[in-house]
Structures are given as structure tokens and as C-alpha cells.
């Protein structure tokens, strides 16, 4: 199956800086991330943001990749006749410029990064369903979802309680070895992560009975939360340190709650201006009328002008959903929707007959079903 594009995955453009690619990559491996998105293909989308990542993030593996494309990631790339074949064949490349290569593959420069360093963990994200209403309101909930927290046996560091993680004896505690490898053109030196430590630096040699050695564990972990009144479908809030554990100390990452809202049945809402269709009568628009409306802060009564025509506007102030940002509320407008009787008892009819002769309307009477069998006559040509 051929790869996509690692740009393409992260939506970035060939010119992307560092710091584009790392936001890039933190807004999908939430959105994507298997804990939260329960999509049957986001474990397979996470692992493809988090491949090219890994490549993008990275200055070395970069310019490799722009030069080569997949083939510089392909771990038989070098050090087998198939993989050279296949990334360089006829590539031109003259003597002496392979090792310069292998060196801008294999970070044979100052930038690998110290694994000891802190580093924050991961954010995650919960969806939360509002009703129309809780969300114009807000309220007060808890929810729960599965994170990675820092083993409380050993507080993150892996070892049984009384002993210490130890500077692995195997790579001085860099986490990388220096690694000879022959190629067809000869032995290349080329990093790779320590096998003891797995890249930590650091050797558990009595391993934590909780965690086994990780430092972290599953946790079921549950957040009071505070959704505020006036939040629209897609706002999301940002709960400072509950997020996945960090490493090696490094602060734990955010949770991002993002509201979807259910729609009314009664209202539209945009904003915070809320808006509602009312049908009346004709004989109520002619005479004018006091009539209770719905609002979401409960029935008012809404006085209707003789003579109100169909698609008037009234609005009743300050009674929409509260402004998130900025004080006060908006309005809730309500449209006129002018309703025609029908089913006419002959009672009815004949008055309705009287009101046409007194104000000298002449009407041609039409049966409901006239139009039903002109249909049929169409029908039967
Ligand atoms: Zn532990
Ligand atoms: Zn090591």
C-alpha cells in the first residue's frame, strides 16, 4: 500500500517550521488519540500522525526524508543490497558522499536530545454532549475518562521503593550506542537506541511491583467540571494538568473538553440570541392578542398589535443564552407565523362569507378537493 505523504498527513506545507510541525501534530494526536477517539480507524491514524512526526520533528530525518522520501525511513535502507537498490538506484551519487549520508540519517551530530530531560505529557481530549439547554445554563458535572498517571508506588521513576534507577551501565546513560554497521561501501558508524535502557539512560535493577519498571499506570481518573453558561457547540475548554503523566518528572499534559450541543426543537440559537417561530391565527393577528411564548427562562407573555402581519419580528430582551465573553444576555426574537384555518365548519363559513360581502371582497369559492381531481383528470390524460 503506498504511504501518504508525511506533509500531508500533518497538513502542513514542505516549508512548515518546527514549531508549525509540533502544533500540527499535538492538535491531531488528540483529536486521533485511541484513549478518547473511539473511531475503529484512529489507532491507525494515531500511529501514521506519530510516524511522520517522528520524521518531521526531527531536523536529520527530515532533510532525509525531503531528499528520499519513505525510502529514508525504511530500517533496510543502507544496510542490504535490496534496500540501496531500491532508495538510491541510479541516483548518481558519487564516491564518498554515502558516509555524509548515513551521517545526516543517523544524527551523527550534537542534536540528540538528553532522555533525561523532562518532558511534559500528553494532552488529551474529552467530548462532552449538552443538552440546548445546559449549555445556555451550564452546570456541574464530573467526568471520567482512562489517562496514564505516575505510578504512586514508585512516583514515576520505575524502581521498588528504597532503590534508585541507576545510569545504565551499557551506554554511560546517553541512551544511544554507537553502532558499526557494513554497508556495500564499506563499515559506517550508526546510532542506535541503547537495547538495556531503551533510550532512558537509566537502569531499574528492582523494578517497581506496581508498575513493573514503566513508572506510569492506567488510571480510570475522574475531573469535576465546571461547563459555563453560554458555551456553543464546538467551544472547548482546557483543564490545566489532566492529561496523560509526563516523563521523567516533566509536568502532566492538559485535557481539552469539547462541548457538542444538542439542537431544540422549540428555538434556533445563534450566539447568544435565541430565536423562536410563533404561529397564531389570522383572526389573532386582525384583533390582536396577549399570548404566552416559551422562552428558555420559562413562558412570557407577548401582547400582539391588531393588524400584525405574517414574518413580524418582536423581540423580548435579554431573554437568550447568556454571553460567554462580556456581560448580560441576548434576546430571544419571535417571528410571526400566520396559521390558515382549515376544515371550516358551514357556521364558520358563513360568517367568513358575511366578513367578504361587508368589506366587499368577492370570492370565488374553491372545494378543499377541487384541486385533488383536477390532479386525477391530469393523471388519467
Ligand atoms: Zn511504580
Ligand atoms: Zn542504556
Known sequence: MAKRDYYEILGVSKSATDPEIKKAYRKLSKQFHPDINKAADADAKFKEITEAYEVL?????????DQYGHASTDPNFGNSGGGFGGGFGGGGFNGGGFEDIFESFFGGGGRTANPNAPRQGEDLQYRMDLEFEEAIFGKET????????????CHGDGAKPGSHPVTCSKCQGSGTLNVARNTPLGRVMTRQTCDVCQGTGKEIKEKCPTCYGSGRIKERHSVKVTVPAGVEDGNQMRLNGQGEAGKNGGPYGDLYVVFRVKSSDLFDRDGAEIYYELPISFIQAALGDEIEVPTVHGKIKLKIPAGTQTGTNFRLKSKGA???RGAGSGDQHVKIKLITPKDLSSEQKRILRDYAKESGIEVTEQDESTFGKLKDVFKKR
Request: with cysteine; net charge positive; hydrophobic share 20%.
Open 57 to 65: 520533528s526531527d531536523g536529520n530525518k527530515r532533510a532525509a526524508y
Open 142 to 153: 464530573t467526568i471520567q475518562y482512562n489517562r496514564e498517571a505516575e505510578c504512586k508506588t
Open 322 to 324: 447568556p454571553r460567554l
